[in-house]
């Protein structure tokens, strides 16, 4: 992989993150995630890709986790629940989340 890129194809980036494909292609409906259009392509900035994974582990400036960490923790606390569904929406070219 060519460390001069600016931006990362899906299958690069995945290999970078360590996920799969489809992976990359759910967090690309993310607002926060840093992928873009070119053309016909999706990509994603390899500058904003560092910085979005710094801000995945980061504690949030109230103290309280955010992102993964968050997540993890928000499932943890559903945990008494017997279901745990999530909905998706399309709204604006993003997905909406409701747990």
Request: glycine share 10%.
């Amino acid at each position: 992989m060519n460390t001069d890129k600016l931006a990362l194809s899906v299958t690069e980036a995945a290999e970078l993150l360590g996920v799969s494909r489809p992976t990359v292609y759910t967090l690309i409906h993310r607002a926060d995630f840093p992928a873009f259009k070119l053309g016909s392509r999706t990509l994603i900035s390899r500058a904003g890709l560092a910085k979005w994974v710094e801000e995945q582990s980061a504690p949030a400036a109230d103290g309280t986790a955010t992102g993964a960490e968050g997540e993890n923790l928000g499932r943890a606390n559903r945990s008494h629940l017997q279901s745990n569904t999530t909905a998706h929406d399309r709204q604006g070219g993003r997905y909406v989340v409701s747990v």
